[in-house]
């Protein structure tokens, strides 16, 4: 049983790229869960889907960060364009309505120049 | 909102003692009170919850308490092992389907 994918695993960008990071949340969980890892600002929420749908974006920063999710086997995060400051560990986490937890995938780690 | 505050930022124990770690929260609508694991470069992994129909729950070497009324909940781990050292995030939220509003974490060191 695949747990959370996340994929790329690693990107470096320069100033004023867009990124895609992308997500595929465990078989069956029902939200989703975009968090953003800085030594300064810890572990915190951008956005979460329920079923598919955005329900709390309050935690993307500008702009410039955009969410979707098309099924319920796919997310992705988008920056455009991109800056040194959002610079982070990118996690997605899938929530189990069931067991009501929720299980991180491995992250993406990204630089931008 | 949520605010979670956690101590100490750094824990260093010897190999075989016991680590506590204690977290407050501010939003009595929570309900849901995990700990995570993260080891360096790896992602978060949960350890333990507790939810608020409880006050204590254990698994092997790992506990945690949760005191509603003072809004405050810890981790207590015995019998420290050195593959124990990692940094270990509290958290709280609504339920574990909800968002997560985490503590600044706690690097714990075992030290052989």
């Known amino acids: 049983d695949a747990g959370v994918i996340q994929s790329p695993r690693h990107e470096v960008t320069e100033m004023g790229q867009e990124v895609t990071l992308r997500c595929k949340p465990i078989s069956g969980h029902n939200s989703l869960f975009w968090y953003r890892q800085t030594m300064m600002r810890g572990l915190e929420l951008l956005i979460y889907f329920n079923n598919n749908v955005p329900i709390d974006d309050s935690g993307m920063p500008e702009d410039r960060f955009s969410a979707k999710m098309p099924n319920a086997s796919f997310s992705t995060l988008k920056i455009q364009p991109s800056e040194p400051r959002d610079s982070a560990v990118y996690f997605c986490a899938s929530g189990d309505r069931d067991t009501d937890t929720q299980y991180f995938g491995p992250g993406t780690r990204l630089t931008v120049l | 909102g949520e605010n979670v505050e956690q101590h100490p930022s750094t824990l260093s124990v010897q190999e075989g003692d016991s680590a506590v770690i204690k977290c407050t929260y501010s939003?009595?609508?929570?309900?849901?009170f995990p700990w995570y694991k993260q080891e360096l470069g790896k992602r978060p992994q949960l350890i333990i919850d507790?939810?608020?129909?409880?006050g204590e729950k254990k698994d092997q070497r790992i506990a945690v308490t949760l005191n509603k009324t003072a809004k405050h909940f810890s981790l207590h781990i015995t019998e420290t092992q050195p593959e124990d050292s990692a940094v270990y995030f509290c958290?709280?939220?609504?339920?574990?389907?909800?968002?997560?509003?985490f503590g600044k974490g706690t690097r714990l060191s075992v030290i052989a």
């Open positions: 507790i939810r608020s129909n409880v």
């Open positions: 939003d009595s609508a929570s309900n849901y």
């Open positions: 958290a709280a939220s609504i339920s574990g389907n909800t968002p997560l509003v």
